[in-house]
């Protein structure tokens, strides 16, 4: 470790003082985070004294995890080596000393160890009401169909009153297109937390202007003495030469100065210095046009002034910017926009906030800007706020680069008043920040970097900071940390600029010791294949190779995005390499999907030929091309009408006739099925009928099951077929591989952050990221020295001109741009041993190496030297046949396969004795109707609790229901059982047991009793709480105050009963020592809502088979 390494380490730790320490990969900086919580815990009265927050939850428990592993390795005494062990030693022996003086007890759960998410939750139940959430509440990771469904709301208040009259206007501005008016309102839901606080603030439109004209004028001050400063050397001799030009035309002379009303010049003399590329002007653009007669002096200085200043990228950057700055011009149709949503926004989230209610699930936002409220205003503390003023004394913020926004505004919240309390003398209140603003690569997540950027320089909410950085790096091999140092410095540059996300690269040192290695380094390789296939032969062919010389290397393949895997994990498949990856390739692009959705579109619309057509193209029926003409020739009427095209078929060959009026079968069972079974049952056995399980490859059956899930999360959301829907939800999905103890990991970058691998693979560098699109407003937080402004645009569809909406577009194309070097950094940094950079290009008759399109991680290599001198290109290689599917029963039709008609008569076969589940499994999801595992003993008893516990649910909200023989009772057992594709016997032993359950419940004075109308009476109530760290969810199947007793009642279903020869009394014990735990939770459970009518509780087991009530005690 370097002196300096070992001096900022040993000062970081210091719990007097408060520290912003920069951390890049590889740093150790896991080690720093404990002994800095060890130092605090062994100083403060209580443990949750010191709060300590990270951003995911597996950070917040590893950090916990380490600290008790300290303690405990203090307490037994175990010997340590190493200095920084034997530090960590002592701080942990005076944690111990300290806390058995105290008398606390420190494990796991004393320590005050968090999420950013988990911490604003838990505010958010401490102050409902205010919050804005009024309850329990389950935060979900996508919240797009939440979004959808406001929007939807919010679009149908159209011309009702007077924001309805304002909604028409809006969608007016579309040209009434409410599918693009729908579209750019879902994304700004999802980026509320930046606009939610300041959305009122146009309500005086003037006032607003005004406000905003004042911004724009001090950003164009802030930029226009930037680019003065840095021209500052030239302007002695530049300006002259301009101006005798301008003479030489006939035109007034210019002056440029900070102030805004000198842009006008600014932009005539950058002008003359750039193209319109916005590249320096070359000697042979200096020309008469623009004044300059040939061999005048002025043009010979002039052109000696532009050889100057194109060695200095900054002041290019800075004339660049200026060339962007809007112009300080108001009004017109953009600015009325603005003033437009600036009303109707808050009537758009409150019809966010009543989905929010209703469905009792919110998105992460909601939760961030809850925790705001419930800590109140500066002037206006909650008890909360001052409770957690005294709880909270000292914080430690690991991945500070991630932050948003509006987390920081929650954290400078809770930061209230310190710098008054540390001015004051007393004991400090320390902030503790670490982080690496080279590794913020979550902008789509709103992370913001320039708020890591402006803590490094000294201070955050209000808080001085002493700024450090670590520069020892104990993962990498030097070969590697030299590349970075060479080539991400010249990428990156050597100055941060906060406004637009730029960060500077901060040189590493490798650890001493290493032997050369000839594998070891940064290895670049062009492949001239645009399919990328020769691309992923080589890749499988080193990981092969790194496997057989190192069988216990870890492996990655980093990808952009999960499509560019495909070719990848095939190649890996061909070579028999085991890999896993995380949701990595993409479900859309399988084909297997591709015919499900084909078979979903005729399902929709059987009017839709070309639906139609893939139903009979695809492997379960797979008709010729020939027959196919025919089938079409005589039925000619379009839309296609299938099924009287099926009926009425043309003479053909025995095979295809045979193969179609299967299809025909199939087709009628679908139709008279249509609202008889849940909608994935159904989708499902039509697939299965067909063929589908005969006509899947083994390994395809993880996607049908992937599939399967989305149409019961359409269910779940009340959507039923929805097309749209559905094919955006599996374009977001990704197929699950099964995580195997030494396989390759495939993942994206954005997944492999925090993470390291022996050897890291990168390929498909040449691809680029989808291109940004124009929003409906875009916004821009301006920071000067005293305050933080909002400068927001609405998009205005003038690309050309210097509005305020261009100049914010700019800013954002600039901050993906910065981003996209600090991704390629992210990468390369994950590998200790070696990392392949490789990209599959299209040389033509191109000399030299190509550039990359913009935007790929292929044109930043290619930018630098030291990357581009040491690029090796490979040519096409010879691509072995793919295998043919491992499907049984699939015969090889042109470039097709297709169910052998054998088969598929199996297939009908199997379908008709209800044999389907033989070929599938679909995953079970909570409270949903879905096949459940064959493999388990139980599986007829578990359906039989599932249906016997809805059927009481029904009993409950149907105060008529009588009898379970009752003929529409009975219907609606078969419909339940027929979701789980029970075999015949099977299923009518299922349905007699339920409906004994039932018919017993509703005969037995405590069952009617349970199921009766009761105050605040609720079955299969569903509660979400935080556990851990962690959201838990329950469901209580019945709950009620009875008024008689004044006891608020929890019921548990049972559907067990007495064993041969054992005594009710035995059994009650046996369930009731069972069950004991899961009662007393749902008593508290129960105990946390807040219900009208306060009430003591108590808990049962209520079991019909016998009729008896087990009161929990």
Same mark, same amino acid.
């Given at each position: 470790?370097?002196?300096?390494?070992?001096?900022?380490? +040993?000062?970081?730790?210091?719990?007097?003082?408060?520290?912003?320490?920069?951390?890049?990969?590889?740093?150790?900086?896991?080690?720093?985070?404990?002994?800095?919580? *060890?130092?605090?815990?062994?100083?403060?009265?209580?443990?949750?004294?010191?709060?300590?927050?990270?951003?995911?939850?597996?950070?917040?428990?590893?950090?916990?995890?380490?600290?008790?592993?300290?303690?405990?390795?203090?307490?037994?005494?175990?010997?340590?080596?190493?200095?920084?062990?034997?530090?960590?030693?002592?701080?942990?022996?005076?944690?111990?000393?300290?806390?058995?003086?105290?008398? %606390?007890?420190?494990?796991?759960?004393? $320590?005050?160890?968090?999420?950013?998410?988990?911490?604003?939750?838990?505010?958010?139940?401490?102050?409902?009401?205010?919050?804005?959430?009024?309850?329990?509440?389950?935060?979900?990771?996508?919240?797009?169909?939440?979004?959808?469904?406001?929007?939807?709301?919010?679009?149908?208040?159209?011309?009702?009153?007077?924001?309805?009259?304002?909604?028409?206007?809006?969608?007016?501005?579309?040209?009434?297109?409410?599918?693009?008016?729908?579209?750019?309102?879902?994304?700004?839901?999802?980026?509320?937390?930046?606009?939610?606080?300041?959305?009122?603030?146009?309500?005086?439109?003037?006032?607003?202007?005004?406000?905003?004209?004042?911004?724009?004028?001090?950003?164009?001050?802030?930029?226009?003495?930037?680019?003065?400063?840095?021209?500052?050397?030239?302007?002695? #001799?530049?300006?002259?030469?301009?101006?005798?030009?301008?003479?030489?035309?006939?035109?007034?002379?210019?002056?440029?100065?900070?102030?805004?009303?000198?842009?006008?010049?600014?932009?005539?003399?950058?002008?003359? *210095? *750039?193209?319109?590329?916005?590249?320096?002007?070359?000697?042979?653009?200096?020309?008469?046009?623009?004044?300059?007669?040939?061999?005048?002096?002025?043009?010979?200085?002039?052109?000696?002034?532009?050889?100057? =200043?194109?060695?200095?990228?900054?002041?290019?950057?800075?004339?660049?910017?200026?060339?962007?700055?809007?112009?300080?011009?108001?009004?017109?149709?953009?600015?009325?926009?603005?003033?437009?949503?600036?009303?109707?926004?808050?009537?758009?989230?409150?019809?966010?906030?009543?989905?929010?209610?209703?469905?009792?699930?919110?998105?992460?936002?909601?939760?961030?800007?809850?925790?705001?409220?419930?800590?109140?205003?500066?002037?206006?503390?909650?008890?909360?706020?001052?409770?957690?003023?005294?709880?909270?004394?000292?914080?430690?913020?690991?991945?500070?680069?991630?932050?948003?926004?509006?987390?920081?505004?929650?954290?400078?919240?809770?930061?209230?008043?310190?710098?008054?309390?540390?001015?004051?003398?007393?004991?400090?209140?320390?902030?503790?920040?670490?982080?690496?603003?080279?590794?913020?690569?979550?902008?789509?997540?709103?992370?913001?970097?320039?708020?890591?950027?402006?803590?490094?320089?000294?201070?955050? #909410?209000?808080?001085?900071?002493?700024?450090?950085?670590?520069?020892?790096?104990?993962?990498?091999?030097?070969?590697?940390?030299?590349?970075?140092?060479?080539?991400?410095?010249?990428?990156?540059?050597?100055?941060?600029?906060?406004?637009?996300?730029?960060?500077?690269?901060?040189?590493?040192?490798?650890?001493?010791?290493?032997?050369?290695?000839?594998?070891?380094?940064?290895?670049?390789?062009?492949?001239?294949?645009?399919?990328?296939?020769?691309?992923?032969?080589?890749?499988?062919?080193?990981?092969?190779?790194?496997?057989?010389?190192?069988?216990?290397?870890?492996?990655?393949?980093?990808?952009?995005?999960?499509?560019?895997?495909?070719?990848?994990?095939?190649?890996?498949?061909?070579?028999?390499?085991?890999?896993?990856?995380?949701?990595?390739?993409?479900?859309?692009?399988?084909?297997?999907?591709?015919?499900?959705?084909?078979?979903?579109?005729?399902?929709?619309?059987?009017?839709?030929?070309?639906?139609?057509?893939?139903?009979?193209?695809?492997?379960?029926?797979?008709?010729?091309?020939?027959?196919?003409?025919?089938?079409?020739?005589?039925?000619?009427?379009?839309?296609?009408?299938?099924?009287?095209? =099926?009926?009425?078929?043309?003479? $053909?060959?025995?095979?295809?006739?045979?193969?179609?009026?299967?299809?025909?079968?199939?087709?009628?069972?679908?139709?008279?099925?249509?609202?008889?079974?849940?909608?994935?049952?159904?989708?499902?056995?039509?697939?299965?009928?067909?063929?589908?399980?005969?006509?899947?490859?083994?390994?395809?059956?993880?996607?049908?099951?992937?599939?399967?899930?989305?149409?019961?999360?359409?269910?779940?959301?009340?959507?039923?077929?929805?097309?749209?829907?559905?094919?955006?939800?599996?374009?977001?999905?990704?197929?699950?591989?099964?995580?195997?103890?030494?396989?390759?990991?495939?993942?994206?970058?954005?997944?492999?952050?925090?993470?390291?691998?022996?050897?890291?693979?990168?390929?498909?560098?040449?691809?680029?990221?989808?291109?940004?699109?124009?929003?409906?407003?875009?916004?821009?937080?301006?920071?000067?020295?005293?305050?933080?402004?909002?400068?927001?645009?609405?998009?205005?569809?003038?690309?050309?001109?210097?509005?305020?909406?261009?100049?914010?577009?700019?800013?954002?194309?600039?901050?993906?741009?910065?981003?996209?070097?600090?991704?390629?950094?992210?990468?390369?940094?994950?590998?200790?041993?070696?990392?392949?950079?490789?990209?599959?290009?299209?040389?033509?008759?191109?000399?030299?190496?190509?550039?990359?399109?913009?935007?790929?991680?292929?044109?930043?290599?290619?930018?630098?030297?030291?990357?581009?001198?040491?690029?090796?290109?490979?040519?096409?290689?010879?691509?072995?046949? +793919?295998?043919?599917?491992?499907?049984?029963?699939?015969?090889?039709?042109?470039?097709?396969?297709?169910?052998?008609?054998?088969?598929?008569?199996?297939?009908?076969?199997?379908?008709?004795?209800?044999?389907?589940?033989?070929?599938?499994?679909?995953?079970?999801?909570?409270?949903?109707?879905?096949?459940?595992?064959?493999?388990?003993?139980?599986?007829?008893?578990?359906?039989?609790?599932?249906?016997?516990?809805?059927?009481?649910?029904?009993?409950?909200?149907?105060?008529?229901?009588?009898?379970?023989?009752?003929?529409?009772?009975?219907? %609606?057992?078969?419909?339940?059982?027929?979701?789980?594709?029970?075999?015949?016997?099977?299923?009518?032993?299922?349905?007699?047991?339920?409906?004994?359950?039932?018919?017993?419940?509703?005969?037995?004075?405590?069952?009617?009793?349970?199921?009766?109308?009761?105050?605040?009476?609720?079955?299969?109530?569903?509660?979400?709480?935080?556990?851990?760290?962690?959201?838990?969810?329950?469901?209580?199947?019945?709950?009620?105050?009875?008024?008689?007793?004044?006891? +608020?009642?929890?019921?548990?279903?049972?559907?067990?009963?007495?064993?041969?020869?054992?005594?009710?009394?035995?059994?009650?014990?046996?369930?009731?020592?069972?069950?004991?735990?899961? $009662?007393?939770?749902?008593?508290?459970?129960?105990?946390?809502?807040?219900?009208?009518?306060?009430?003591?509780?108590?808990?049962?087991?209520?079991?019909?088979?016998?009729?008896?009530?087990?009161?929990?005690?």
């Amino acid at each position: 470790m370097t002196a300096s390494d070992q001096t900022v380490r +040993r000062e970081a730790i210091d719990p007097s003082r408060s520290f912003c320490v920069s951390a890049p990969a590889g740093s150790g900086k896991t080690e720093l985070l404990t002994q800095r919580l *060890l130092a605090l815990l062994a100083r403060v009265g209580r443990p949750e004294q010191v709060l300590a927050i990270t951003f995911t939850r597996k950070a917040a428990s590893e950090m916990a995890l380490r600290v008790i592993e300290k303690l405990d390795q203090a307490r037994e005494a175990i010997p340590v080596t190493a200095e920084h062990e034997r530090q960590t030693r002592e701080l942990a022996l005076a944690v111990i000393d300290h806390a058995a003086r105290k008398k %606390w007890r420190l494990d796991d759960t004393t $320590l005050n160890i968090r999420t950013i998410d988990s911490f604003c939750h838990e505010l958010t139940r401490q102050m409902p009401i205010l919050s804005g959430t009024g309850g329990l509440v389950e935060p979900v990771d996508n919240a797009l169909p939440l979004y959808e469904d406001a929007v939807r709301q919010f679009l149908a208040q159209a011309g009702e009153g007077a924001a309805g009259e304002r909604i028409l206007q809006l969608l007016r501005h579309f040209d009434n297109r409410w599918s693009r008016a729908s579209e750019l309102l879902v994304a700004l839901l999802g980026r509320r937390g930046d606009w939610a606080d300041v959305v009122n603030q146009h309500h005086d439109p003037e006032t607003a202007e005004a406000v905003l004209a004042e911004t724009i004028g001090g950003l164009s001050s802030e930029r226009l003495g930037d680019a003065l400063q840095r021209l500052d050397a030239h302007l002695g #001799a530049l300006m002259p030469a301009i101006n005798q030009a301008r003479a030489h035309l006939g035109k007034d002379p210019l002056s440029i100065s900070e102030s805004p009303e000198s842009l006008p010049d600014w932009q005539v003399v950058i002008g003359m *210095l *750039l193209t319109t590329q916005s590249e320096w002007r070359k000697p042979g653009g200096v020309n008469a046009k623009l004044g300059f007669p040939p061999k005048s002096d002025h043009k010979i200085q002039f052109a000696s002034i532009l050889e100057t =200043l194109a060695d200095d990228p900054a002041l290019l950057e800075a004339l660049v910017e200026v060339k962007q700055l809007p112009a300080t011009t108001h009004g017109g149709e953009a600015w009325d926009l603005i003033v437009l949503l600036s009303s109707l926004l808050p009537v758009l989230q409150a019809h966010l906030l009543l989905v929010f209610q209703r469905s009792g699930q919110v998105d992460h936002t909601h939760v961030a800007l809850a925790a705001i409220q419930a800590l109140g205003t500066d002037e206006m503390p909650t008890p909360l706020a001052q409770r957690l003023d005294y709880q909270i004394e000292h914080i430690l913020i690991d991945e500070f680069q991630d932050t948003s926004s509006s987390q920081a505004q929650l954290l400078e919240r809770l930061m209230r008043g310190w710098p008054e309390h540390n001015a004051t003398g007393a004991a400090p209140r320390t902030l503790f920040i670490v982080g690496d603003a080279m590794q913020s690569i979550y902008g789509f997540r709103y992370a913001d970097v320039a708020l890591f950027l402006r803590a490094r320089k000294g201070q955050f #909410a209000g808080v001085a900071l002493e700024s450090v950085t670590l520069t020892q790096n104990f993962r990498s091999r030097p070969e590697v940390v030299a590349w970075v140092n060479e080539a991400l410095a010249e990428i990156m540059g050597a100055e941060d600029a906060p406004h637009y996300g730029r960060v500077r690269h901060v040189k590493a040192d490798s650890l001493p010791g290493y032997e050369p290695s000839a594998h070891s380094g940064v290895h670049i390789t062009l492949f001239e294949d645009e399919d990328g296939r020769g691309e992923a032969q080589f890749i499988a062919e080193q990981a092969a190779d790194i496997i057989a010389r190192e069988c216990d290397a870890s492996i990655a393949i980093l990808v952009r995005a999960r499509s560019h895997a495909n070719e990848v994990a095939t190649a890996l498949e061909q070579a028999g390499i085991a890999f896993s990856g995380d949701a990595i390739q993409s479900l859309i692009e399988q084909p297997i999907i591709n015919d499900l959705l084909a078979l979903c579109r005729y399902l929709v619309n059987p009017a839709d030929t070309i639906a139609a057509v893939s139903l009979l193209r695809g492997p379960w029926c797979g008709v010729t091309l020939p027959t196919l003409a025919e089938l079409l020739t005589a039925h000619p009427e379009r839309p296609l009408n299938l099924m009287h095209a =099926l009926g009425h078929m043309p003479a $053909l060959n025995n095979d295809e006739a045979q193969r179609l009026e299967q299809i025909f079968a199939v087709l009628q069972w679908a139709e008279w099925k249509r609202d008889r079974l849940s909608l994935s049952i159904w989708v499902e056995q039509i697939w299965l009928r067909l063929g589908g399980a005969l006509s899947t490859r083994s390994q395809d059956l993880r996607c049908v099951e992937a599939f399967l899930a989305s149409l019961r999360k359409a269910e779940q959301l009340g959507l039923g077929l929805n097309l749209d829907w559905l094919e955006r939800d599996i374009a977001t999905s990704g197929l699950e591989s099964p995580d195997t103890d030494h396989a390759v990991k495939i993942m994206t970058l954005h997944k492999a952050k925090g993470l390291e691998f022996d050897y890291v693979f990168m390929p498909h560098l040449q691809k680029r990221a989808r291109a940004l699109q124009r929003e409906l407003i875009r916004w821009h937080w301006h920071q000067d020295d005293d305050s933080r402004r909002l400068l927001i645009a609405a998009n205005d569809d003038d690309k050309q001109s210097r509005t305020l909406y261009n100049y914010l577009n700019w800013l954002q194309k600039n901050k993906d741009q910065e981003e996209l070097k600090r991704l390629l950094y992210v990468g390369v940094t994950r590998a200790k041993v070696a990392a392949y950079l490789t990209a599959s290009i299209n040389l033509g008759d191109e000399e030299g190496l190509p550039e990359g399109v913009s935007g790929s991680l292929l044109r930043l290599l290619m930018s630098t030297e030291v990357a581009s001198s040491r690029v090796t290109i490979q040519s096409t290689v010879d691509q072995p046949f +793919r295998k043919d599917p491992s499907a049984n029963g699939l015969e090889r039709q042109s470039s097709r396969y297709r169910l052998t008609l054998d088969a598929q008569k199996e297939m009908q076969s199997l379908a008709r004795e209800g044999a389907e589940q033989a070929h599938i499994t679909a995953t079970t999801t909570v409270n949903t109707p879905a096949p459940l595992s064959l493999a388990a003993d139980n599986r007829v008893e578990r359906i039989i609790g599932v249906v016997a516990h809805r059927a009481l649910e029904l009993a409950a909200s149907e105060e008529s229901l009588l009898s379970a023989q009752d003929p529409q009772v009975q219907t %609606w057992i078969d419909h339940n059982l027929s979701h789980y594709a029970l075999a015949p016997q099977s299923a009518e032993q299922a349905k007699a047991r339920v409906s004994k359950l039932l018919e017993h419940a509703l005969t037995c004075e405590t069952g009617r009793w349970i199921l009766g109308a009761q105050i605040d009476a609720q079955s299969e109530l569903a509660i979400s709480r935080v556990e851990a760290g962690e959201v838990k969810n329950y469901v209580v199947d019945r709950t009620f105050l009875d008024e008689r007793e004044g006891v +608020r009642w929890v019921i548990d279903y049972k559907t067990s009963e007495p064993m041969a020869g054992e005594t009710v009394a035995d059994f009650e014990a046996r369930e009731c020592d069972a069950y004991r735990e899961q $009662l007393k939770n749902y008593v508290e459970l129960i105990g946390g809502i807040k219900w009208e009518v306060e009430a003591p509780i108590k808990a049962a087991l209520y079991f019909p088979a016998i009729q008896h009530l087990s009161v929990y005690e």
